[in-house]
Nanobody, 118 residues
Framework: AEQLVESGGGSVQPGGSLRLACAASGFTFKPFSSYAMSWVRQAPGKGLEWISGINRDGGAIYADSVKGRFTISRDNAKNIVYLQLNSLKTGDTAMYYC?????????RGRGTQVTVSS
């Protein structure tokens, strides 16, 4: 079965950086490389927020809240999507999920927690 597993979360101070990874497996009907992928997050007590998407060819889009600080990328040979988080703010504290689809809405992983605090 198709599966997405996120990793790389943790606790950092404001201004810090993290690199999240999303490993895909079981994509046998359609190859992973054919899927647009995305990252969404959910802060405590809030709804899901889409933050970034990447198409099959590597073209990326970002929410205004993370533009210039976060960078999405993919390695189709390894079936991995990355999200580089720089200049982290306390407001970035959330559970981060990767998923299929440029703006989400498809398969989603279980998430990785990012906590930003001093």
């Amino acid at each position: 079965a198709e599966q997405l597993v996120e990793s790389g979360g943790g606790s950092v101070q404001p201004g810090g950086s993290l690199r999240l990874a999303c490993a895909a497996s079981g994509f046998t009907f359609k190859p992973f490389s054919s899927y647009a992928m995305s990252w969404v997050r959910q802060a405590p007590g809030k709804g899901l927020e889409w933050i970034s998407g990447i198409n099959r060819d590597g073209g990326a889009i970002y929410a205004d809240s993370v533009k210039g600080r976060f960078t999405i990328s993919r390695d189709n040979a390894k079936n991995i999507v990355y999200l580089q988080l720089n200049s982290l703010k306390t407001g970035d504290t959330a559970m981060y999920y990767c998923g299929t689809g440029l703006t989400g809405g498809g398969l989603r992983g279980r998430g990785t927690q990012v906590t930003v605090s001093s």
